[in-house]
């Protein structure tokens, strides 16, 4: 490490891209020579990349960092092997996976810096802007600075010194968590916890239970922030989701028929390419919009119903996990996961990996939708200000928080399709969460 920074502080940087708009290949490649040759008479340094990542760093964090950086690009050029050697050691030091800091060391990374009390993940669609809601009438609990939702966890990475900052699963690696905890602070309203340093604060993001990556990244950067979630009746949950693209007038419903059905259908198909659901269920959505023989498709479904099922042993499901969800990213359409979002097994199984049972038990807390909803004008939330370390009070009565305005009712025969796929994650749900979540 003092190698390299002082070795660093001793050169001369100069920064140039290579990317200007349309430049064809054979030139970029002279300009990089002339370059080179230019900077071998003169003893610089050059970073041949996009300079923005470095001039940020340069300029706010960690000019060691930005150096290290500088000189790894520089290496495409040929100039700096000695400063190579040295990057790779260090690159092959933060390759180790990140064991979140003992209770001093995490004292000492986050002195003066804001760290959620709780940080709410979803799901999706389940009543999560009520939950915001009641939490932001306290006076002693602040959100996030988005008035929304906050994505700083299913951020796109950028690229760090071993041209990525986290590991395949998502780990934050160690070089980079104090960085990620100073950006991750700034989403906060610095002013307000000035005037008022006991201030609890959160922030909701409902696709952070979604995304398998999302929970390496949290515990690698904020091991200590309680997590928040908020489950619905997955079949509700789909039809909520319906709406709301519906609402939206989303893209992904052009590349179906537009129907209820024909949206659960892709999806449906997405969950058996990727293996989570078997090759040969099937489901009949396909069929909805097509006049068949009604009793026959009731027969093939009942059929499935007795014999459909998950082997949970199988080590290769967090796999298939993680290739449906990257999908999005192969721009497969799947309508939005409309399916898959509701199979909360399936998601958690990811975060019961990464979060040990002691971790769960004092940092996690999980709460039913139809809870949330007042009943004759009043609503317990003293659960939640207490998961907040605040004092419990009486929020103000707002039956409907968000609610999506496409009217629509669902067919019973497609109710029952998504209740028979559902069945053995929610029987899953249940052995992971405890009997209470039985009819979820
Ligand atoms: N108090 C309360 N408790 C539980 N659920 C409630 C509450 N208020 C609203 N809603 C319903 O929640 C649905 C919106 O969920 P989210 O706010 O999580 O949506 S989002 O993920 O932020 O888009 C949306 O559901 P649908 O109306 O069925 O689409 C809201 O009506």
Redesign the pocket.
Same mark, same amino acid.
């Given at each position: 490490m003092m190698e390299k920074k002082n070795a660093g502080h001793d050169s001369k940087i100069l920064i140039f891209s290579i990317r200007p708009p349309k430049l064809c290949r054979p030139t970029a490649v002279s300009v990089v020579v002339m370059v080179s040759m230019f900077a071998f008479i003169s003893n610089q340094h050059i970073l041949t990349t996009s300079p923005r990542p470095i001039i940020f760093q340069l300029a706010s964090m960690n000019k060691d960092k930005a150096y290290a950086n500088v000189t790894t690009r520089t290496s495409t050029t040929g100039l700096a092997a000695p400063l190579l050697d040295k990057r790779v050691e260090e690159e092959e030091k933060y390759e180790k996976k990140w064991e979140h800091a003992d209770d001093e060391e995490y004292a000492t990374i986050t002195k003066g810096k804001i760290i959620p009390t709780a940080i709410v993940i979803?799901?999706? *669609? $389940? $009543? @999560? @802007?009520?939950v915001s809601?009641y939490l932001n009438q306290h006076p002693s609990v602040m959100r996030g600075l988005h008035p929304?939702?906050e994505h700083f966890f299913d951020f796109k990475v950028p690229k760090g010194p071993n041209n990525h900052a986290s590991m395949p699963n998502g780990t934050v690696e160690e070089y980079y968590r104090e960085e990620y905890l100073y950006r991750y602070h700034n989403r906060f309203n610095l002013t307000k916890i000035k005037e008022n340093p006991n201030l609890k604060t959160y922030e909701?993001t /409902?696709i952070y239970i979604f995304n398998p990556k999302v929970p390496y990244r949290m515990k690698s950067i904020v091991p200590k922030s309680k997590i928040i979630t %908020?489950l #619905?009746d997955p079949v =509700?949950r789909s039809?909520?989701h319906y *709406?709301?693209m519906r609402d939206r007038n989303d893209a992904t419903l052009k590349f179906v028929e537009g129907s209820f059905e024909s949206c659960l259908d892709a999806d449906f198909q997405g969950l058996k390419k990727y293996g989570i659901i078997p090759k040969d269920f099937d489901c009949g959505f396909q069929y909805e919009e097509q006049a068949v023989n009604q009793t026959a498709l009731d027969s093939v479904i009942d059929d499935k119903q007795k014999v459909w099922d998950i082997d949970w042993t199988d080590s290769c499901m967090d796999e298939k996990w993680l290739k449906y969800f990257s999908r999005r990213r192969r721009k497969e359409k799947y309508c939005d996961s409309i399916i898959g979002r509701g199979l909360y097994a399936m998601q958690l199984r990811v975060w019961w990996k990464v979060y040990s049972k002691a971790e769960r038990d004092e940092l996690m807390m999980f709460l039913k939708? =139809?809870d949330? #909803? /007042?009943v004759n004008g009043t609503?317990d939330m003293s659960n939640l200000f207490e998961m907040m370390e605040v004092e419990n009070m009486e929020v103000k009565e707002? *039956? %409907?928080?968000?609610? @999506?305005n496409f009217k629509m009712i669902m067919k019973d025969q497609t109710r029952d399709r998504l209740r028979c796929i559902y069945r053995p994650f929610n029987a899953e749900l249940e052995r992971m969460l405890g009997d209470e979540w039985k009819d979820a």
């Open positions: 979803g799901t999706q *669609k $389940g $009543g @999560t @802007t009520a809601h929304m939702e909701k /409902p %908020v #619905r =509700e039809l909520s *709406k709301m939708s =139809e949330m #909803r /007042p609503i707002k *039956k %409907v928080v968000h609610k @999506t």
